[in-house]
């Protein structure tokens, strides 16, 4: 009875320890499957183009002073008039061009101000604006504001809040051409890896498309702007 039940044991352990190397086996089988499909590789794609802006928006601004609010009114009316007429005389049409409220400052009015150095009590600023698709007129143009100089227009100089802006509006055209060119460049850079790694190229995984960006193409071209988009695809690999 003792030697039957020690040859079930060894029996029962014999089963036992090939049933453990088969189940070995097959779960590192499985491991190798897993990591097989899980050799990917990510690559980035980048189309990056140089286009004119389509829209120009040029402020006009000017400062003009008086002792006395109302002849200060009559000439700012009087330069907006010969500033619109400047505009028009160089290819602008009224619909381009809008008025902006002028601005009054009273410096007797202001608690630091020292009346005995105030020569002029108001000061105003009026801005006329230019809002068109003529990009290249209004640069043309801007050269020529010497002209209003020379009337005794006092134009103010470019700064944060009266710089003349370049716009680029037709993205979309540009979209899809752009997409396709970042897709067929993150390609081109994984198949060169997977040749390098004896491997073959195996289908998308996962496909992300970045943001697209218009800046100028430099501080001193603002009327050309460079439009760039990164597409990242990671792509499985096979053997």
Not at 159 to 188: G, Q, S, V, W
């Amino acid at each position: 009875m003792q030697e039957s039940r020690k040859a079930e044991a060894l029996i029962l352990g014999v089963a036992i320890c090939i049933g453990l190397i088969f189940l070995g086996y097959f779960f590192s089988t499985g491991i190798v499957k897993i990591k097989q499909l899980d050799r990917t590789v990510v690559v980035k794609g980048l189309a990056e183009r140089e286009v004119p802006a389509d829209i120009a928006i040029w402020p006009i601004t000017y400062n003009v002073a008086d002792n006395d609010l109302i002849s200060l009114f009559e000439k700012i009316e009087t330069q907006n008039t010969m500033v619109m007429r400047f505009l028009k005389s160089n290819g602008f049409s009224d619909q381009e061009i809008s008025v902006s409220a002028p601005s009054i400052i009273d410096k007797q009015a202001q608690s630091y101000a020292n009346s005995d150095r105030i020569r002029f009590r108001y000061s105003g600023r009026s801005t006329i604006t230019v809002y068109t698709k003529k990009v290249d007129l209004v640069r043309k143009t801007m050269k020529k504001l010497v002209e209003l100089g020379r009337q005794g227009i006092v134009i103010k100089g470019e700064d944060y809040d009266n710089k003349t802006e370049f716009l680029f509006t037709r993205l979309n055209e540009i979209k899809p051409a752009m997409i396709e060119e970042a897709t067929k460049k993150a390609r081109e850079v994984a198949l060169k890896f997977a040749k390098d790694s004896n491997s073959k190229l195996g289908k998308i995984k996962r496909a992300r498309q970045g943001q697209f960006s218009i800046r100028d193409r430099d501080m001193n071209t603002p009327f050309i702007k460079k439009v760039r988009v990164v597409s990242t695809l990671e792509y499985y690999l096979v053997d």
